[in-house]
Nanobody
Framework: QLQLVESGGGLVQSGGSLRLSCAASGSNLDRYAVAWFRQAPGKEREGVSCIRASGGVTNYADSVKGRFTISRDNNKNTVYLQMHSLDPEDAGNYYC??????????????????WGQGTQVTVSS
């Protein structure tokens, strides 16, 4: 059973950077597509970015393009989300999610079978 644990969240000033990590255990992550989602209080969960199992294909929400970068190190069983130029609108609980599909990358949350507990990102203005 795949288990995911996020880390790297915290409090940052507007314009700052954070790097989130999603560490997997229980299975090799290299057969899983992985995505990052976020949810702010009172708002729906939204897809932020996804990456194919091979790492060759990535997608981003329009709101984060050019500022966020998703990557993966399958040797470390970890996926990262590097976030730059953070804005208070980026604040929320960030979740990583995975699905056992090779040629896949989607921001539909219902497509993902495994979820972490989330890591909180707070951006002060």
């Amino acid at each position: 059973q795949l288990q995911l644990v996020e880390s790297g969240g915290g409090l940052v000033q507007s314009g700052g950077s954070l790097r989130l990590s999603c560490a997997a255990s229980g299975s090799n992550l290299d057969r899983y597509a992985v995505a990052w989602f976020r949810q702010a209080p009172g708002k729906e969960r939204e897809g932020v970015s996804c990456i194919r199992a091979s790492g060759g294909v990535t997608n981003y929400a329009d709101s984060v393009k050019g500022r966020f970068t998703i990557s993966r190190d399958n040797n470390k069983n970890t996926v990262y989300l590097q976030m730059h130029s953070l804005d208070p609108e980026d604040a929320g609980n960030y979740y990583c999610a995975a699905v056992n599909r090779l040629y896949y990358c989607s921001d539909y949350s219902y497509e993902y079978d495994y979820w972490g507990q989330g890591t909180q990102v707070t951006v002060s203005s």
